[in-house]
């Protein structure tokens, strides 16, 4: 029986095998030299949350090796094939914010028999006792304190090592011989103030059919929304970071702020094409930019991020931008209608997407893509008339605007 994943945990799952920086997740590697020696985890500045204990624990034998602020290196002996976790503190918001932890296996089994008495939750310093309710449902166990947490205190959630045992799914040779330990810690905030941890929906986009979901634990998530009525998962980020904000530039790239509010935060860059053609699978960024002074603010819509791109508006009566038009002038002095008008080459960057529409009503008129090298022709296939205003963007230069309340 193996965890792979829980909120507002923030879960690496991964077995120990032969290899130099191996890659976890972004600014996070694995390395083992050899099938006897220690694994060795490095953790990169950005990559996790800050201010927060990091733990690599076996699920094995339980053994643990704990990093208290990221970066840094964690290192523990093990054997090759050995299960792993990387797991980031939880930090929980004020109330009875349920804790989810993610199995591989069904639980609710009667045979795995997984009940409150496999969990245990141990308070550290001046924090008091509590109890947990736990439910049980597939391959997800909930589990909500009772009575409420105690602000600014930490815990630890302890898993009895027969949840892990032979008899409920174990490894055969493997199995847990001391609790699995979960590091959590209760926000210390005050009552009614807004709280940046939690399963919140920091932002959303649309682009066509897609549905772009920024996550602050849970990180980017894409839904093909074609049917409204039966969503469909596409890429998703690895959720190791939250995402604040999610935008789109109208050009097949998707930017994210990814990171918390007052620690590290960094702008990334994802293909939409990779995004809504997976299937329900992971995908990783083309780019990325950290912004070195960590950010500060308080409150939902704390990290936004808004893109712009060239737009040259104009009619083709009364072009601009170096547009040229040809007009029919019907045996008159004045034209009166256009045949077709091309846009300049320094309009353009060669490949990338160019649109024409119909400023009015957004309709496109023409939707492509920039030739090699020259200039481009749009025929009037649509029988525009000279006075109706046009829109056209060309992908020259996209500017990002990402901020922070209070940062």
Excluded at 257 to 281: F, M, P, Q, T
Aim: include cysteine.
């Amino acid at each position: 029986l193996k965890i792979i994943g829980g909120d507002p945990f923030l879960m690496i799952a991964f077995d120990a095998v032969v290899g130099r920086n191996q890659p976890l997740a972004d600014g996070i590697e694995a390395t083992m030299v050899a099938p006897d020696s220690a694994l060795t985890v490095n953790v990169s500045e950005g990559s996790l949350p800050g201010g927060r204990e990091v733990r690599l624990i076996s699920l094995k034998n339980g053994a643990f090796r704990a990093l208290t602020t990221a970066p840094g290196t964690l290192s523990l002996d093990c054997d090759l094939g050995d299960p792993l976790l990387l797991v980031v503190e939880a930090v929980m918001s004020l109330g009875d914010q349920p804790l989810v932890l993610r199995f591989n296996k069904d639980v609710s089994d009667a045979d795995v028999g997984i009940s409150k008495d496999d969990f245990f939750l141990d308070p550290q310093g001046d924090a008091g006792a509590t109890e947990l309710n736990v439910v049980v449902d597939g391959q997800t166990v909930t589990l909500s304190p009772d009575p409420s947490w105690e602000s600014g205190e930490s815990y630890h959630l302890e898993l009895k090592p027969g949840v892990f045992s032979e008899a409920r799914f174990g490894y055969g040779q493997h199995g847990i011989t001391s609790p699995l330990i979960l590091p959590l810690r209760m926000s210390d905030a005050p009552s009614g103030s807004p709280v940046l941890t939690g399963a919140v929906i920091a932002d959303v986009a649309i682009d066509g059919d897609l549905l772009l979901m920024a996550d602050r634990d849970s990180g980017l998530r894409t839904f093909d929304v074609s049917d409204p009525n039966d969503p469909v998962n596409r890429g998703y980020t690895s959720g190791i970071v939250g995402v604040g904000a999610v935008s789109t530039d109208g050009f097949g790239q998707v930017l994210t702020l990814e990171g918390r509010i007052g620690e590290h935060v960094a702008l990334r860059l994802y293909d939409i094409d990779e995004l809504s053609g997976a299937e329900n699978a992971q995908v990783a960024h083309k780019a990325t930019m950290a912004l070195s002074v960590p950010l500060s603010g308080v409150g939902p819509g704390d990290l936004d991020v808004e893109v712009f791109a060239d737009v040259v508006a104009f009619s083709a009566l009364d072009p601009s931008g170096g547009i040229t038009v040809t007009y029919e002038y019907d045996g008159g002095a004045e034209p009166t209608e256009w045949l077709d008008l091309f846009i300049p080459e320094d309009l353009m960057t060669p490949h990338h997407p160019v649109t024409l529409a119909d400023a009015v009503s957004g309709v496109l008129l023409y939707d492509g893509t920039a030739p090699e090298s020259g200039g481009l022709t749009i025929d009037n296939d649509h029988d525009v008339s000279l006075m109706r205003p046009l829109a056209l963007k060309a992908h020259s230069n996209t500017l990002a605007w990402a901020f922070a309340s209070g940062g």
